[in-house]
């Protein structure tokens, strides 16, 4: 009797066998920078990272020309908070600044390696891949005190 592999088992018992996956990684979703994120940047990144095919990391968009039309979303401000967010956390970093009036701006994931894309406005070496490892939520900062004068 013939032996089923275990990856087409897994992908037989999917809705769309055939079709693209999320895979966001575990160290991801238990990073402090991550479990401290607000639903409306949660749902940002699982719509940045849908765009993600192996081969385009950079070239994420984040417009809310795009998002609205592709994703649903119905509040540019809420939009914008979401990506200063996920910037902040840095799940995310921009790779090309948008231009009005038609130029949006690029992202890429950090917990995946910068691809080659032309055009592209940070160099390879420069690209924070796991930076959202190093991310401390700002109440845990060490405070630095300023020193005493003398009186």
Request: overall charge positive; some cysteine; glycine content about 6%.
């Amino acid at each position: 009797m013939a032996r089923v592999a275990k990856k087409s088992s897994i992908r037989a018992k999917r809705d769309d066998p055939n079709g693209p996956v999320l895979v966001i990684p575990h160290c991801v979703l238990n990073s402090p920078a991550y479990l401290t994120l607000s639903g409306n940047a949660v749902r940002l990144l699982y719509d940045l990272a849908m765009q993600f095919n192996g081969r385009n990391n950079g070239m994420l968009l984040a417009s809310f020309k795009y998002l609205s039309e592709k994703r649903g979303w119905t509040s540019a401000d809420q939009l914008n908070k979401s990506k200063k967010e996920l910037l902040a956390h840095m799940l995310i970093c921009q790779t090309v600044q948008g231009q009005r009036p038609n130029k949006a701006s690029w992202y890429g994931i950090t917990w995946q390696a910068l691809d080659d894309i032309d055009g592209l406005e940070i160099p390879a070496q420069a690209w924070p891949r796991g930076a959202y490892r190093h991310w401390t939520p700002p109440d845990q900062i060490p405070k630095r005190h300023p020193p005493k004068k003398n009186a």
